[in-house]
T-cell receptor, first 114, second 114 residues
Framework: KNQVEQSPQSLIILEGKNCTLQ??????????LRWYKQDTGRGPVSLTI?????NTKSNGRYTATLDADTKQSSLHITASQLSDSASYIC?????????????FGTGTQLKVEL | DAGVTQSPTHLIKTRGQQVTLRCSPK?????VSWYQQALGQGPQFIFQ???????QRGNFPDRFSGHQFPNYSSELNVNALLLGDSALYLC?????????????FGPGTRLTVT
């Protein structure tokens, strides 16, 4: 069964600090891995997408890494801002359905405080 | 360029009733996927529509049905509502044979069953 596990479940950090979120997956055959940011009650917004051959991708203050051998990914947020408070969801796609069949993690709830 | 839109934003129904949720995909997209997201959980895949047909289906009962129209918009129907159907329902659109694997999510419809 395809699964995506994220840690920690929740995290509180001070504004300006860095943090790293983790994602382990067992999805096979692997197509791509995505990180989404979801504000409460809103739809997820894509941060990064990485395919098998990519091991790092940045989007502003967000940097995602992928180790396809160990099936692990991380999302690093630098110089956090209050607006970074949200749920961060790791999503892995298998290759069936043209890479459109997604398995979602339960998310890491990040809160940035003053 | 309009993104993914969903209607209504919020909905309150009574147990046993039926509900229809609507989604308009991002311009140029031909595939619509529906997800159910319970509070504090990651989205769960319901089904995906392409060329007006259901391509893939997640582990949801037949009470959940859908439709895609020639203009690629889609409806999600849920019959005989249960209290457990209360959730945020997300629609995501994509291009089935696109190379970016990107899925764009709508803002969601919050369904409350009482």
């Amino acid at each position: 069964k395809n699964q995506v596990e994220q840690s920690p479940q929740s995290l509180i950090i001070l504004e300006g600090k860095n943090c790293t979120l983790q994602c382990n997956y067992t999805v096979s055959p692997f197509s791509n891995l995505r990180w989404y940011k979801q504000d409460t009650g809103r739809g997820p917004v894509s941060l990064t997408i990485m395919t098998f051959s990519e091991n790092t991708k940045s989007n502003g203050r967000y940097t995602a890494t992928l180790d396809a051998d160990t099936k692990q990914s991380s999302l690093h947020i630098t110089a956090s801002q209050l607006s970074d408070s949200a749920s961060y969801i790791c999503v892995v796609s298998d290759i069936t359905g043209g890479g459109n069949k997604l398995t979602f993690g339960t998310g890491t709830q990040l809160k940035v405080e003053l | 360029d309009a993104g993914v839109t969903q209607s209504p934003t919020h909905l309150i129904k009574t147990r046993g009733q039926q509900v229809t949720l609507r989604c308009s995909p991002k311009s140029g997209h031909d595939t619509v996927s529906w997800y159910q997201q319970a509070l504090g959980q990651g989205p769960q895949f319901i089904f995906q529509y392409y060329e007006e047909e259901e391509r893939q289906r997640g582990n949801f009962p037949d009470r959940f049905s859908g439709h895609q129209f020639p203009n690629y918009s889609s409806e999600l129907n849920v019959n005989a509502l249960l209290l457990g159907d209360s959730a945020l329902y997300l629609c995501a659109s994509s291009l089935l044979r696109g190379s970016s694997y990107e899925q764009y999510f709508g803002p969601g419809t919050r369904l409350t069953v009482t």
